[in-house]
């Protein structure tokens, strides 16, 4: 029999790295300029185009397809989804069809699904369309309500509308950020905006793997946020009573029946209002901000290693969530805006007990923005403990030891 092949879409080069380990022959699609000497030696092959553009992928791999016959399109990259998905459908290969990755992507037509379908995890929203729009939308849901894009990342652009006194800014806001340029425009365009009710409550995230359409909830996160929804930090596993764990999982079971996903990862984002659970957003991929080191340090499950080797064969099915081993946790570190003078105690804080990882993505000369989304974090700490509360405490001690000294000057960004 001849060796399987894996296309994959983007991502980090764990993924290639896993596919490999996992016996798999790996086909690698990448924009060029992220392409790098590490993955040239560890891959079989190499596309190496803007897979974005859908024009110009779809003739390329329906021919490499010809040569390389791969069996499966896997990616845990968030630009990565849709393309996947579209190569699944174009090859005939299964996995997530482009109907579910669209659902997922597209905010406000994940919200008509599930009006019609499953309206108790859902809220009402509408599309932003004219200054008026806000005017309706909140004579028909009263405040507060949120106004984000409809295919937003990263918290960017979402806005909390507490009364009628900020219906001008808010759309004001969202007309300037129309067509800003971020670093994944490209694939993430601000273009289209939604208006929801606003859902109070503690938010949590949901990650499970779907086997044939068997949906396996291996963890609940637990979500630290700014009062701007920036996400602060991340606790696993979440700190939350058996019964609203319960009320979660099902809502969750519940949502991806409700999408149609029949096979992979998922993060589900959650807030458990008044009312029960609530669906806000929804991805076919491991979470981020290193949720998947979160979940492999708890519970021995590898998200990342089941979403690029599932198909391979050689990993098992599992038939329930597995063990609790450890809690972990994440806390981001963070700075006054402005430019980096100074950076103290970063490898110190590497050394401590329980610490797996301590990241700073700023050095002396670099700026500190204001925090409004999570690309405006500076660093982060990864950190274990035998439950949540000492997981937390641990990263929180070791955050505060590493000190990001700022200055503001006459161009910092406000």
């Known amino acids: 029999m001849s060796k399987q092949r894996v296309l994959i879409v983007g991502g980090r080069i764990e993924n290639v790295r896993k596919a490999k380990e996992q016996g798999y022959e790996v086909v690698f699609l990448q924009r060029p300029e992220l392409f790098l000497a590490e993955h040239a030696k560890l891959v ?20 490499a397809h010809q040569v390389y016959g791969f069996t499966t399109a896997v990616t845990t990259s968030e630009a990565g989804l849709e393309p996947a998905a579209r190569i699944n459908d174009l090859l005939g290969l299964g996995g997530v069809s482009h109907d579910v990755a669209l659902l997922l992507r597209d905010k406000l037509r994940m919200r008509r699904h599930l009006a019609s379908v499953a309206p108790e995890i859902t809220v009402a929203a509408e599309e932003l369309d004219g200054r008026e729009s806000l005017d309706r939308f909140a004579a028909a849901h009263g405040y507060p309500f949120i106004v984000k894009p409809v295919d937003g990342i990263a918290s960017l652009g979402l806005q909390l509308v507490t009364d009628e006194a900020e219906l001008d800014r808010v759309w004001e806001t969202a007309r300037g950020l129309r067509g800003v340029e971020h670093q994944f425009a490209s ?11 606003y859902v109070d409550g503690p938010e949590f995230s949901v990650e499970a793997f779907t086997f044939a359409g068997r949906h396996v909830i291996v963890a609940i ?4 946020t700014s009062d701007n929804f920036v996400e602060l930090g991340h606790v696993v596993p979440a700190r939350v ?4 764990a319960s009320a979660i999982e099902r809502c969750v079971r519940t949502f991806l029946d409700a ?5 992979g990862p998922s993060h589900t984002e959650v807030r458990l209002s008044g009312r029960g659970p609530r669906v806000i957003e929804s991805h076919n991929r491991p979470g981020g901000d290193r949720i998947r080191d979160l979940v492999e340090a708890a519970y021995g499950f590898d998200i990342e290693r089941y979403t690029v080797a599932w198909a391979s064969g050689t990993l098992p099915a599992l038939e329930s969530r597995p063990p ?4 972990a946790a994440t806390r981001f570190l963070s700075a006054e805006p402005g430019t980096v003078t100074a950076v103290e105690g970063l490898a110190e804080a590497a050394e401590q007990t329980d610490v797996l990882t301590v990241a700073l993505d700023v050095a002396v000369g670099d700026t500190v923005r204001p925090l409004r989304s999570s690309w405006d974090r500076i660093g982060q700490v ?3 403990g035998p439950d949540a509360d000492a997981a937390l405490a641990r990263c929180e001690k070791t955050g505060a030891s590493v000190v990001v000294r700022t200055e503001v000057t006459a161009d910092a960004p406000e």
């Open 187 to 197: 694939a993430f365009p601000l273009e289209r905006f939604i208006m929801e009710e």
């Open 259 to 263: 999408i149609g996903l029949q096979e």
């Open 241 to 244: 009573s058996p019964d609203s």
């Open 44 to 63: 079989d092959a190499a596309l190496l185009v803007d897979y974005r553009d859908w024009g110009i992928l779809e003739p390329l791999i329906t021919a």
């Open 382 to 384: 990864v950190a274990v």
């Open 324 to 327: 609790l081993r450890q809690a």
């Open 221 to 224: 996160t637990e979500k630290l």
